[in-house]
């Protein structure tokens, strides 16, 4: 009896500390328009109180965050998305618009509000229409608690924010990407590291063939090169996450190796690059030695990876104190791997594992297995991209709201295709290209557990396949494998990976292969599940899952304030 007396004593302790080393962490933001110059090019971006990037957020383990956001955008809605967080018993901040909430309109404020239950390196963006093509983005870092260690050391902490830009606004590139004929955005003007990037100079014009000039940057210019200071003989750890619209990137450090320990908020079993692949969606943690001479600075790269690269490389300075920030390297920049050795990519996904003894293992069966095939259609003459042949469209009535109040036509209510045709060739492009809009909803049995596999397969052109980084809200899934050519259940499904696959919330699928992933779905909510690149989901790739939504509790009226839940509000504070 006293000793079951002394367990309760203790666990009651341990919650009373826990709650009380939590803490709230609160902002109150304004997002609106602004004249900003990202890479020495004049344009708009969506701010956050004035920022761009938006302001970063950083907290610790069981910390709670309240976003009050205010809408400044004078005709648009605005949502913003936690990517990486899994938003347990707060599915309606989750930040999609039309799926989890309502967007918010011109002149309201809206309560972001939950907590951050896992270390990690994360990001927030817009979630509407392209916003975060706009520039709506920040980074959102998740320390471990102050009694904890992390699985590594380090001496210091450097972030890096990759993102790309156009000289385009958004509405106009939404507009091309809606017309008849279809017009494609064409490929960002610039890399941007921290919001900052040069376009009409380079760092690096003394070591190039072409005449571009040299940049001749001060400090308090919007796109001078955010520099990275560094001491001799430390150890650095470098967060580092793409919020990338289009643009697939390669990372690298001049003369430093990098060693991966962390993926999408996951401990991996840590191996060595010279240089590494980062897709839209993706984050890492990298640690690096500042061995080299340390006389000399060197250059930090990113170049464009899966797309003939009509982009120039993005460039900083990796600064070795005390030399001048200005001090250029001594040679030129990095050079990437081809942009089209897709076996050079597949190795370095290849390499990624899950850390043993400290990530957990996925079950060993599954419940449901769901295939979803990634086609390029047509539907009505305009251009879309589909799954199962179904492109996504979002009804006007968040199905967060739909589903856990029984509303009747708020969206089809039909099963979505578990599978596509035995038959469909994935090397050549559609026999019929013809799709249809839907906006169906995978009904996931609650607790169980589910397999995705993402096909990938031509597009309308000839010898065209695209990367597509997927990524799943509320969730972390275990990789269980890649493949090329078709996916085959009974060869393909022997060589999954169930000892030791990593968990993230984001992958890539290559061109005409299959990626397999496994989760369980025991977050209460709907959740998107679409490929990160900003113009596809646009034009229609992605599902969505529910699961257990009777569960879900305390939706403020707030977040379902419009279409048909609109009318179903009480007096109380949530439906």
């Known amino acids: 009896m006293s000793s079951l007396l002394g367990i309760f004593l203790f666990l009651y302790l341990f919650l009373l500390l826990s709650s009380i080393s939590a803490k709230n962490r609160e902002y109150k933001w304004k997002v609106e ?4 110059c990202p890479d020495g090019v004049d344009g708009i971006v969506i701010s956050i109180n004035g920022q761009f990037p938006g302001p970063t957020i950083r907290a610790i383990v069981g910390d709670t965050i309240f976003v009050h956001l205010t809408n400044n955008l004078p005709t648009e809605g605005v949502v913003i998305h936690w990517h990486g967080i899994s938003q347990i018993g707060t599915p309606w901040a989750d930040g999609a618009a039309l799926i989890s909430q309502c967007p918010i309109n011109p002149g309201e404020t809206f309560l972001y509000k939950f907590k951050v239950d896992k270390a990690g390196t994360y990001f927030y963006h817009g979630h509407y229409g392209m916003q975060r093509s706009a520039g709506l983005y920040g980074s959102l870092i998740v320390e471990v608690p102050k009694d904890e260690n992390e699985a590594f050391h380090y001496d210091e902490e450097l972030n890096l924010l990759l993102s ?9 590139q939404q507009i091309d990407l809606s017309s008849k004929p279809f017009r494609w955005i064409g490929e960002p003007q610039s890399l941007l590291m921290n919001g900052r990037g040069q376009f009409n100079c380079s760092l690096a014009a003394q070591f190039s063939k072409l005449p571009i000039p040299q940049c001749k940057l001060r400090g ?33 450090i001049e003369g430093h190796k990098m060693m991966v320990v962390e993926a999408d908020g996951n401990y991996i079993q840590p191996f060595f690059v010279k240089n590494m692949d980062i897709y839209s969606g993706e984050s890492y943690s990298i640690l690096f030695k500042t061995d080299q001479d340390p006389s000399n600075n060197y250059w930090i790269s990113i170049s464009v990876r899966g797309r003939e690269p009509k982009t120039p490389q993005g460039l900083t300075i990796l600064n070795y104190i005390p030399n001048f920030a200005s001090k250029i390297p001594n040679s030129p920049p990095p050079l990437p791997p081809l942009w089209n050795d897709y076996n050079y990519s597949k190795t370095f996904s290849n390499k ?3 850390l043993m003894g400290l990530s957990p293992k996925p079950p060993t069966r599954q419940n449901r297995r769901i295939l979803l095939l990634n086609t390029q259609n047509r539907i009505e003459g305009y251009t879309r991209w589909s799954i199962n042949n179904i492109s996504l469209v979002f009804p006007t009535t968040p199905y967060l709201g739909s589903i ?25 492009p559609p026999p019929n290209p013809n799709s249809t809009y839907g906006n169906r909803v995978y009904m996931l049995k609650f607790n169980t557990t589910i397999d995705i596999i993402l096909q990938n397969a031509n597009a309308l052109g000839e010898n065209v396949s695209e990367i597509h980084p997927w990524h799943l809200h509320g969730h972390n899934f275990w990789v ?12 393909d499904v022997e060589k999954f990976n169930l000892k030791n696959p990593p968990l993230r919330n984001t992958v890539v699928i290559f061109p005409y292969g299959w990626t397999a992933i496994r989760f369980v779905a025991n977050n209460p909510g709907v959740w998107a599940f679409h490929c990160h690149i900003e113009p596809h989901l646009h034009l229609g790739m992605g599902v969505v899952f529910a699961e257990g939504v009777h569960l879900v509790k305390n939706v403020p009226n707030e977040a379902l304030n419009c279409g048909l839940t609109r009318k179903m509000f009480v007096k109380d504070k949530h439906i």
């Open 33 to 36: 328009y602004m004249h900003w």
């Open 164 to 172: 790309d830009w156009w000289h385009k606004s958004s509405h106009d």
């Open 220 to 252: 308090d210019e919007q796109y001078a090169p955010q520099i990275f200071k560094v001491h001799p003989n430390k150890t650095y750890r470098l967060r580092v996450a793409s919020t990338t619209a289009l643009a697939s990137l390669n990372l690298a």
């Open 352 to 354: 990624i594992f899950g």
């Open 404 to 428: 856990k109040h029984g509303i009747n036509n708020a969206f089809d209510t039909k099963s979505p295709p578990n599978t596509f045709s035995k038959n469909y060739n994935i090397m050549k």
């Open 480 to 491: 269980l494998g890649y493949g090329d050519g078709k996916f085959d259940h009974k060869k």
